[in-house]
């Protein structure tokens, strides 16, 4: 997953990539089975199983992940009361020692990189139930069309075979914004979602390869340039210039783990204007250009975490 093999055109690691998003349709199939009440996180199970197995994908069979997954939780003999372990209980189980459990946390965080809960505060709670037509910018601004992977439209449509648009569809949706923006014809984010399964840029389990982007950029027809760490000068020459740049964001002001936006513009007082695939309202905020510099996935792929798009 860190390293796409999804992306790569190596038969032994393309196996393996196809063997890996097999477990992990199989665990939420084994999932689904369970009495009513069960409900495990399926990224901790992941990662416990994988730790476990010590990184080895190919020794992780399908009658290891239904252990796992039977594993999580116990049943009260008297009252039938389910009870969901914990990451902890089930390490503990397991007998993992400091170790493991680092290996376990960190591997966690990775397969949450694009995930977005239903929850979470990172996503538009109530507001606009359809986006449709809106536009982001004022009169002498870069107007961009505005997307959000949560527009009711297409929020609970599947984006490949393990998640939704609206839960990890970020990328394409982003994406779908600088596309329609720059190119002028409509396309929306289920359809560079298709795009993005069929070419190998869906990461299973998780969101998007950072890929898609300069990928996706170039079959549509556009100028992409990547940017890499880039500089606030760099960056605000671009917007300034009217190009839109495509961010692939770290923990912090827009995501708890990682999330792509678009920068659509700067302000005279050097304030950066963003389109959020996931939140109108930070859509319409202006930001320190400090806060994005900083913020920004530092171990991008790609050539990011900056793509520059232009006509």
Not at 4 to 17: C, K
Not at 55 to 62: A, G, V
Not at 118 to 134: E, I, N, R
Not at 284 to 289: F, L, N, S, T, V
């Amino acid at each position: 997953m860190l390293f796409s093999w999804g992306t790569v055109p190596d038969s032994e690691l393309i196996a393996r990539h196809e063997h890996g998003t097999a477990l992990t349709q199989h665990y939420e199939e084994t999932i689904e089975q369970q009495p009513e009440g069960v409900n495990p996180d399926i990224y901790w199970l992941i990662s416990i199983e994988s730790v476990r197995a010590k990184q080895d994908l190919d020794e992780i069979s399908k009658s290891d992940v239904e252990k796992s997954v039977t594993g999580s939780y116990s049943v009260d003999a008297e009252t039938g009361e389910i009870h969901n372990k914990t990451p902890d209980e089930m390490m503990n189980e397991l007998d993992f020692d400091d170790e493991q459990k680092n290996w376990t946390e960190l591997m966690y965080g990775t397969l949450k990189d694009q995930y977005l809960d239903p929850d979470s505060k990172f996503g538009d709670a109530g507001g606009l139930p359809s986006y449709d037509g809106v536009m982001l910018g004022e009169s002498g601004e870069t107007q961009v069309v505005y997307y959000n992977q949560l527009d009711e439209r297409w929020a609970n449509k599947m984006y490949g075979r393990s998640s939704t648009i609206g839960a990890a569809g970020c990328g394409p949706t982003a994406l779908a914004i600088v596309v329609s923006t720059l190119t002028n014809k409509t396309m929306d984010p289920p359809a560079v979602c298709a795009w993005s399964v069929a070419n190998g840029h869906r990461c299973e389990g998780n969101g998007s390869y950072h890929s898609p982007i300069p990928e996706g950029g170039k079959h549509y027809g556009l100028n992409v340039e990547k940017l890499g760490r880039s500089s606030a000068r760099e960056l605000k020459k671009h917007l300034a210039s009217g190009h839109l740049i495509i961010a692939i964001m770290a923990k912090g002001h827009f995501t708890s783990s990682g999330h792509f936006i678009v920068l659509r513009g700067i302000t005279e007082n050097g304030k950066v204007l963003v389109a959020d695939p996931a939140s109108y309202k930070r859509s319409g905020q202006e930001w320190d250009i400090s806060i994005i510099l900083n913020e920004a996935r530092c171990d991008a792929a790609a050539g990011g975490p900056f793509w520059c798009l232009s006509k």
